[in-house]
Structure formats: C-alpha cells, structure tokens
Nanobody, 115 residues
C-alpha cells in the first residue's frame, strides 16, 4: 500500500485547510485510514481515523473543528480542518491500517498556523 498526501501549507489562525490522502496498491486490505500529527519536540498524536464503514474517531484537541471523511471509490481520505490554531502546527501523516493490523504511512505534509 502506498499513500500520497497533499494539502498542507501556511494558514492564519482561524483559517481552514483540507488534507487529502490517496491510497494505491493493495487497497482491498485497508480497513482504517486516518491522520496523525507530530509537532516539534512532541510525540505523534492521533488526529482522526475513519473505518471503511464510516465510523470515525477524533483526538480530543480537534473534536468539533476537524472532520474526516472517506471516498472508498477513490481510495481517498480527507481531513477538513477549520478554526485552526497555532497549536495545530505540525507534520501531518496519513496512515492506513490493514485488516491484519499492518500499518502503512505516507510522507508527511506540513501544516503551519501562524499570522
């Protein structure tokens, strides 16, 4: 499984960004897709995940501001990020987990929230 992420960038506080991640390869094996992030000097943390059936899970710090969605036909997961805060600044990485619990990671995309 290969993951290609896009959509990061620089945004002002209160602004919005949308990240996309498209899977290719053995996509039939994927059950859960999601996003994790890592800020400088901090551990990687969960942002949001979504199962093939559409069940979602969010990190506490992003609940109510971020929305994860998935287009199974396009093997793509989206992360709509609204009301961005400086503390959302991080490298965001796309993750796919297979039904056998194997993890795949895409190259991270940087999100910077700054005025």
């Amino acid at each position: 499984v290969q993951l290609q992420a896009s959509g990061g960038g620089l945004v002002q506080p209160g602004g919005s960004l949308r990240l996309s991640c498209t899977a290719s390869g053995s996509i039939f094996s994927i059950n859960v897709m999601g996003w994790y992030r890592q800020a400088p000097g901090k551990q990687r943390e969960l942002v949001a995940t979504i199962t093939s059936g559409g069940s979602t899970n969010y990190g506490d710090s992003v609940k109510g501001r971020f929305t994860i969605s998935r287009d199974n036909a396009k093997s793509t997961v989206y992360l709509q990020m609204n009301s961005l805060k400086p503390e959302d600044t991080a490298v965001y990485s796309c993750n796919a987990r297979s039904r056998s619990y194997r993890d795949y990671w895409g190259k991270g995309t940087e999100v910077t929230v700054s005025s």
